[in-house]
């Protein structure tokens, strides 16, 4: 990839994996991650796996699949208005949420309780575990043996018990540092990819209205601009074009202030990077209007009541599933029992995280309905 800026990852460079590999013939090494992650079993379970709306309540919903997808897409033209390395944004994007459990946060949420006493649980830690260790497809090694690069940027948030765990991909926690620019655009890009997908996520499922996004300064803003454009524009036409327009005042700003904070602090290597206070970021104008859309959609969506009713639904099943395979370890399948019963919540936690809201409720049912 050439243009790139000298603070740019370099996969010629690249800190190396786990396991020692020769390097691809016909692509560069973040580029083998990224396909390595694709043909994960983790990354197909995501396309069942919900994003605000449960899996089956409606086909058109974002699941973590086609999320992944989204922000993959915004980073990669961050990337190339940045000259950062594209591909390495595109594998973190489409790795950062192979971790997460069925049901959403809510399940995540549900999930670290009763994992308390064992560790806890952090959805982030947990999709670097499946790419270091639970995919089980290569001959010489466990994982995918991704990259540190690609693991790092995996890594978006972790406790320091946790970090101290895990050796040189845990150290930038420890040692309060930055990691890589496309790290800093993947976790960005993901933020702009479910804010603005929830909106019209919530709009398709008549949670929320335009009414109520009309006291919501970005999204008014873009609203009274399309209507003068488009006098008889409606329904998903009129969404759809405020949607993309929202995406596009976030995705120029970005671009504009980190170009400003880069010039400002001029950095000339990747280790100048990790030094520095974090680069890529909104101007406080944007900034702000993106953070009352963050709350606007807490308020609004997250915390409506149709979908507490999912959430408590979905809490039940994680506490009880878990609850379940911790009394009588008997009940799992033969790959995830161990003789080391202090592995066994650990193990329990992998299993049930690795499942899709489907399979969470049919293994449910198959615990606890006398019918199974």
């Known amino acids: 990839m050439t243009g790139l800026a000298p603070y740019a990852a370099n996969p010629a460079l690249t800190r190396g994996r786990l396991h020692e590999e020769a390097a691809p013939a016909t692509r560069n090494h973040f580029q083998r991650d ?27 919903f974002r699941t973590r699949l086609t999320h992944s997808l989204e922000v993959a897409q915004i980073g990669r033209a961050i990337a190339r208005n940045l000259n950062l390395h594209e591909d390495l944004i595109e594998a973190v994007a489409l790795a950062h949420d192979l971790g997460h459990t069925p049901f959403g946060h809510a399940g995540q949420d549900q999930l670290n309780e009763c994992m ?47 970090a101290r765990l895990l050796g040189e991909v845990g150290e930038r926690f420890l040692n309060k540092q930055q990691p890589s620019l496309e790290a800093q655009v993947a976790n960005f890009a993901d933020e702009i990819a479910y804010n603005n997908h929830d909106v019209d996520d919530g709009l398709r499922s008549g949670l929320i209205t335009i009414e109520q996004l009309a006291e919501v300064q970005m999204f008014a803003e873009q609203f009274a601009l399309v209507k003068e454009q488009y006098p008889a524009l409606a329904g998903r036409r009129l969404i759809h074009e405020i949607v993309r327009r929202m995406i596009h005042i976030l995705v120029t700003d970005l671009c504009e202030q980190s170009r400003r904070n880069i ?101 449910h049912q198959r615990l606890f309905s006398i019918s199974e």
Do not use: W
């Open 263 to 363: 010039a400002e602090h001029a950095p000339k290597t990747l280790d100048d990077i990790r030094t520095l206070p974090p680069l890529i970021g909104f101007s406080p104008v944007i900034d702000q209007q993106q953070l009352e859309l963050k709350r606007f959609l807490r308020t609004n969506l997250y915390r409506h009541y149709q979908v507490n009713r999912m959430t408590s639904k979905a809490r039940r099943i994680i506490a009880e599933l878990f609850n379940a395979f911790l009394a009588d370890p008997g009940l799992l399948p033969d790959d995830y029992q161990t003789s080391n019963r202090d592995e066994q919540p650990r193990v329990i936690a992998d299993y049930i995280a690795g499942m899709t809201d489907r399979y969470a409720i049919r293994e």
């Open 34 to 60: 990224r396909d390595r992650i694709i043909h994960s079993g983790a990354f197909r379970r995501l396309e069942y796996k919900t994003q605000v709306f449960i899996n089956h309540e409606g086909d058109l």
């Open 116 to 162: 308390r006493e064992y560790g806890g649980f952090e959805h982030n830690l947990q999709s670097l575990r499946v790419v270091d260790h639970l995919e089980h497809r290569y001959a010489e090694f466990d994982g995918l043996n991704l990259t540190f690069e690609v693991r790092e940027g995996i890594l978006k948030h972790c406790s320091l018990p946790n």
